[in-house]
Nanobody
């Protein structure tokens, strides 16, 4: 199983960014897909998840109304649209896949998002 993230970049506060994660060698529609992030010195935290049904779940309070998670099961991809980015959103963002009700089985390698002037 492979999860490959892309789309990380250096952006200024207030700008938008879209992360993508492509999964291979899994029955994608069975999996709840998620985005986590980790900043230096902090624990990895859940940003948002999306079930195989398309239901968004477990969205972090810090990103509600700014970030949107979506998926395209035909392309085995999950996306994270990040709007109104803040410096505190700076982190390595990881894609995850899990079978309900278990914890994530699979992780991507991460993509760096830096929000700075």
């Amino acid at each position: 199983v492979q999860l490959v993230e892309s789309g990380g970049a250096l952006v200024q506060p207030g700008e938008s960014l879209r992360l993508s994660c492509e999964a291979s060698e899994i029955t994608f529609r069975w999996y709840t897909m998620g985005w986590y992030r980790q900043s230096p010195g902090k624990e990895r935290e859940l940003v948002a998840e999306i079930a195989g049904t398309g239901e968004t779940k477990n969205v972090a309070d810090s990103v509600k109304d700014r970030f949107i998670i979506s998926r395209d099961d035909d392309k085995n991809k999950v996306f994270l649209q990040m709007n109104s980015l803040k410096p505190e959103d700076t982190a390595v963002y990881y894609c995850s896949a899990r079978l309900e009700p278990l914890k994530p089985n699979y992780w991507g390698q991460g993509t760096q998002v830096t929000v700075s002037l």
